[in-house]
């Protein structure tokens, strides 16, 4: 169906931004410019001087990103990593493909790993820390950091949804040995298919994610250090990402804060829900999602959907209940009741003011019946 008001509308965003989009995709086809040319290069540079780290290598996916950092960092068959169950499989399916296990442990009010709950998972077998940064929110790198300090763990970050958020004037993707970024359609910076990259000031993990994105060849001198695999970010991608990144994401993440406040405002009185509005000086939110939470949230996204409201939810069940997944039941409450009571409202660089009241006024008219 045509929603009065899209989740995020593709088309119109390639509208807006299509003399320098198309300008950057014929750059590259008029000079034949396919596989890893100057454009990779430049927005490697570029992403890795705005996240604040000395190396950014581009990838072909988010999940590329997180399997290749842990390998990178040394993990392996058995070895365990900590991380969250609330989160998209791949950030758990990178780590049973390194051949280490998954220690699942649940998150806080805020969405993000609770870190008072860190330490009691810690083993001799702990090797790496593996936080989420969801919705555009990052974790508390503060307290997590201290952890990985005195436990000796290596830290790679899921970024994926927090490209921009900041810990004390830090971003995300700069705390770790890592920091992994996805560039899905959706995403704040997104491409036309998909994409990730890698963040890190250790230039041995650069260079052995640099290798194992294409096949475990050096570029440079054609040498094959080890096999690897196929997982270049594509040149006209980068091209497309790069004209993105530096003439427009600022300019998004603060639209996207301005419309947040918006829903904050108009949904601060409904008792029934819960507003992504968290405490916290430290923290700088760029709301990859607008994620409410409510107890009737079928209802209400049955209602929002009559409405012309699209909505998502992220994610429908717990992982661990996707039996061919093989990860028994951690028991994690809160990963349990936020599976069954979240919703994210239409949030993206198109968003209006006038569809943020339409979404307001479609949830308030739902409680008042």
Not at 52 to 78: C, D, E, R, W
């Amino acid at each position: 169906m045509a929603y009065k008001v899209p989740f995020v509308d593709a088309r119109k965003h390639y509208a807006t931004y299509k003399k320098e989009i198309d300008g950057a995709i014929i750059g590259c086809l008029e000079n034949g410019d396919l596989i890893y040319r100057q454009q990779l290069k430049t927005f490697e540079e570029n992403l890795a001087s705005f996240v604040g780290t000395k190396y950014a290598v581009g990838l072909n996916s988010g999940y590329h990103a997180l399997h290749f950092s842990l390998l990178a960092a040394g993990i392996g068959p058995g070895d365990e990593v900590i991380t969250v169950a609330h989160t998209f499989v791949a950030t758990i399916s990178a780590i049973v493909h390194c051949g280490a296990k998954p220690v699942l442990v649940d998150v806080g009010r805020d969405y993000n790993i609770n870190c008072d709950l860190v330490e009691k998972a810690i083993t001799s077998k702990t090797k790496a820390l593996l936080p989420v940064h969801l919705n555009g929110r990052i974790s508390d790198m503060g307290r997590i950091m201290k952890i990985a300090e005195k436990y000796k763990l290596a830290v790679i970050e899921d970024s994926a949804q927090a490209l921009g958020a900041a810990f004390d004037g830090k971003r995300a993707g700069s705390f770790g040995a890592a920091g992994c970024f996805s560039f899905y359609p959706f995403k704040i910076l997104g491409c036309f298919g998909d994409g990730g990259a890698v963040t890190t000031n250790d230039p041995a993990i650069a260079r052995a994610v640099s290798l194992l994105r294409f096949n475990g060849e050096d570029r440079e001198t054609g040498e094959y250090h080890y096999h690897g695999y196929t997982a270049l970010l594509d040149n006209v991608q980068a091209a497309v990402l790069n004209v993105k990144l530096t003439q427009f994401f600022p300019k998004w993440v603060e639209h996207r804060r301005k419309v947040a406040a918006l829903y904050h405002e108009g949904l601060r009185g409904v008792k029934q829900i819960q507003i992504p509005d968290f405490p916290g000086k430290s923290f700088h939110d760029v709301f990859q999602n607008y994620v409410i939470r409510t107890a009737d949230r079928d209802a209400l996204r049955t209602h929002l959907k009559s409405t012309g409201v699209e909505t998502l939810v992220h994610w429908m069940k717990p992982v661990w209940e996707h039996k061919a997944l093989g990860l028994g039941n951690p028991a994690l409450p809160e990963t349990a009741a936020i599976c069954k009571e979240v919703i994210s409202l239409p949030m993206s660089a198109e968003t209006t003011p006038e569809q943020v009241e339409t979404v307001v006024n479609a949830i308030k008219d739902f409680y008042k019946r």
